[in-house]
């Protein structure tokens, strides 16, 4: 769901338990061997003892690549969804990202404070500490980056270091052990640009824990989805650096609203929404009013020929040109932006996903082909505002950066090129 909301401080936009099991257990938590992760063998990596895994873990996506930034990294971003299947709570005190193919080669720790604000309930709201309930789940949301694509693995593992009561015992024991390969293997496609002309802010982009679309993680069709992994809210400022000019209740002032919005490849359309009528800037609509089919206003999905899905959402009513089972050519008009569905100013918001539910998919990363890179919001001063009038062009280059095949981030200011 694209949200776009004023906040202070904030961005806007928008089962081994049953007793009798326990008893019969002799596995010693401490110094056993390694768990398997995701795709090894029974009983364990390489033939290795079973071990009790007090908290499981998964990821959210199968797989996923790096992608390269307008800061010359490479960027790779995704959740762990953990579980506690004991009846004791448990306490997370690390978890260290491993090269899957060498053990020994620690990418990253993340513990303490640190741990901390990484986790998140199911619901996406932060956790309130690194202790798990009996039966509680939680969500773990990694951001990792590279200075070299060499540097990157083929695949992650994940070491665990827990405080865990074992079976048979009164005290927690630290224990420790791996779970959740994560193969870093899929092909990041090379899109064009989904505007035209200079001036477009990437809000609510990548790369933060705390980015509105990044926390958005749903229980749709069955399964939880962070669709808007990559998502990217576009914003236009005009020449003096303004977002809005005049009455920023009205959704005429700003400098974005009516944009021609053009496909980023060619495809298939999958599905279109063109009869929602905008929204009033400033303030998010009524809750009771959005729906699962509402919330991202007049729309279109694209099948790019791929099989991965470009979705376009708050379009102008009526502007919408094409139908479900029209074939697009890259740059071609899809409609214009506007203020529809869940959102509390006119913006484009975009994200590239592996399925056509718009929100029950997996956000997919992905590159531009060619765009100059005008400068950077600045991000503080963003984060704590509650009004988008005034002067957003402090941060902007003498002369823009020309960028290829990478991806935008979080508050970069981009000329996609074109009359627009």
């Known amino acids: 769901m694209s949200v776009a909301r004023f906040a202070a401080g904030r961005r806007w936009l928008l089962a081994l338990v049953a007793a009798a099991a326990a008893a019969a257990l002799t596995l010693v938590l401490l110094g056993v061997p390694s768990a398997s992760g995701t795709g090894d063998p029974p009983g364990g990596p390489s033939g290795t003892e079973d071990q009790l895994t007090p908290v499981t873990a998964t990821t959210l996506a199968e797989a996923s690549a790096p992608v ?13 969804q953990l579980a506690n299947a004991r009846p004791e709570p448990v306490t997370i005190e690390s978890i260290e990202v491993l090269d899957a193919d060498d053990e020994s ?9 640190d741990l901390a604000h990484r986790l998140r309930a199911l619901t996406s ?8 309930d009996p039966s509680a789940g939680r969500l773990v949301f990694i951001e990792l980056a590279f200075d070299r694509r060499a540097d990157v693995p083929d695949a992650l593992l994940h070491r665990f270091h827990i405080l865990a009561v074992p079976p048979g015992g009164t005290e927690p024991t630290p224990t420790t052990y791996t779970a959740a390969t994560f193969p870093l293997d899929v092909r990041v496609p090379e899109l ?3 505007l035209k002309g200079g001036g477009w802010v990437a809000a609510n982009g990548c790369c933060e824990t705390d980015g509105i679309h990044r926390a958005t993680v749903l229980p749709v069709n069955g399964g939880l989805h962070d ?8 914003m236009r400022m005009n020449d003096e650096g303004r977002l809005v000019v005049g009455d920023p209740s009205d959704v005429h002032s700003y400098v974005d609203y009516g944009a021609e919005i053009i496909a980023v490849a060619g495809g298939t359309v999958v599905s279109t929404l063109n009869t929602l009528d905008d929204q009033v800037p400033g303030q998010l609509p009524d809750p009771s009013t959005i729906t ?3 919330v991202d206003g007049n729309h279109v999905v694209v099948r790019h020929r791929d099989g991965r899905y470009a979705f376009y959402a708050h379009m102008q009513k009526g502007s919408v040109t094409v139908e479900a089972g029209d074939r697009v050519r890259r740059g071609e008009m899809l409609g214009k932006l506007g203020n529809t569905g869940n959102t509390s100013a006119p913006h ?6 592996d399925g056509a539910s718009v ?12 765009f100059e890179l005008e400068g950077q919001v600045d991000v503080a001063r963003w984060n704590a505002t509650t009004t988008l009038e005034g002067i957003w062009n402090e941060g902007l280059l003498p002369t823009a950066s020309p960028r290829r095949d990478q991806f935008p981030l979080d508050l970069n200011v981009v000329d996609f090129g074109g009359e627009g």
Not at 68 to 80: N, P
Not at 106 to 113: L, N, R
Not at 348 to 353: E, P, Q, R, Y
């Open 348 to 353: 484009l918001h975009f994200h590239l996903m």
């Open 125 to 132: 709201a932060p956790a309130d500490s690194r202790v798990l």
């Open 68 to 80: 390269r930034g307008t800061d010359d990294r490479w960027h790779v971003v995704y959740e762990l």
């Open 105 to 113: 080669r620690v990418v990253e720790t993340f513990s303490g404070d």
């Open 359 to 370: 929100l029950g998919s997996s956000g997919l990363p992905y590159v531009l082909g060619r």
């Open 192 to 194: 064009g640009p989904p």
């Open 292 to 294: 699962l089919q509402n």
């Open 227 to 234: 669709t808007q992994r990559f998502a990217i809210d576009w």
